[in-house]
């Protein structure tokens, strides 16, 4: 099954609850995710069955791995349960999981043993004060480096530690984090300032480059590129030359990777998006509750990717005129 530029299905990214724990203002702003903010009722949220039946519908489909995100998806009671679901899921291949880190310990190796293999904790600093800022929110970054070893722990090594990096804010940190997580069983991923959503007031002067990442570590540690491990993967790697394992970085905006997207995203109310920066999706949640059939619901799934053409990151690298249009919440849809 393939979208309208050849691109294959292979991922699905299934987001499991709209709420979070923290308010980072490239994500969930304060002032927009408020006290007074609306998020979906727990009825409109798909159940746990209803999660694994699509996840089915996607595994016949081409999807091989899955991964659960939020919102934070830790927050969503029982997740354990889902993933013992998933893991049985026949062509199902990985399930992985993307969390801040804050609950992580509590919850490691239960998951794992559930049949989680993979994880990646987002953490853009060590620095106290400096990790305030970049989450708004009383959170220590030693809990979740704590989270980080339950984890390696727990058999879910390498772990990966995703590192937003804001021109600024955090953009002095990037040695202290790779001197933290060299000669570990974690990756550490440098990812540009992105676009996200309508709310986070996204400025290109924000953006530091991977090149300028990757320059700035070179000159303490040399460092080899990578091949990629498959088509799709969004890291770019390189390995550092004394041994001390591997790194990664992530240029949706500088260098964007949309040709080879292979891509959909999961809302947690059952709406398909096949672009992180889509305005709309597709309801998939009606057909289920209404009663559809596996070959219907897959009907559905392909006629939504068969008609994808979004690209919309390198249309923004293309410095297109046209007027932008609204986009929907990273934390609706899943990173």
Known sequence: ???????????????????????????????????????????????FEEITRLAAVFARLGVAKVRLTGGEPLLRRDLDRLVRMLAATEG???????????????HAERLAKAGLQRVTVSLDALDPDVVARMSDAPVSSERVLAGIEAAVAAGLAPVKVNMVVRRGVN???????AERF?????????????????????????????????????ERWPLQPLEPVARGEVATRY???????????????????????VRARLSADGQLFTCLFASSGADLRAPL??????????????????????????????????????????SYIGG
């Not at 199902?92 to 509590?106: C, F, H, K, Q, S």
């Open 92 to 106: 199902l291949e990985e399930i992985a999981m993307t969390t801040n880190g804050v609950l992580l310990a509590a």
């Open 182 to 218: 060299r000669g570990r069983d974690v990756v550490l991923r440098f990812i540009e300032y992105m676009d996200v959503g309508g709310s986070n007031r996204w400025r290109r002067e924000h953006v530091v480059p991977a090149a300028e990442v990757l320059a700035t570590l070179a």
């Open 289 to 330: 509750r209404a009663g559809a059939d596996a070959v219907e619901l897959e009907r559905c799934v392909r006629a939504v990717w068969e008609g994808r053409s979004d690209r919309y990151s390198a249309e923004r690298s293309a410095a297109s005129r046209r007027p932008q249009r609204p986009r929907v919440e990273m």
């Open 239 to 261: 390995r550092y030359l004394d041994g001390a394992g591997e790194i990664g970085v992530i240029h949706s905006v500088s260098k964007p990777f949309c040709a080879d997207c």
């Open 171 to 177: 953009d002095g940190c990037l040695i202290e984090m």
């Open 1 to 47: 099954m393939l979208d309208r530029l050849n691109r294959p299905l292979r991922d699905l990214r299934i987001s499991v609850t709209d709420r979070c724990n923290l308010r980072c203002p490239y994500c969930m702003p304060r002032e927009v995710f408020g006290p007074g903010f609306a998020f979906l009722p727990r009825e409109e949220l798909l159940s």
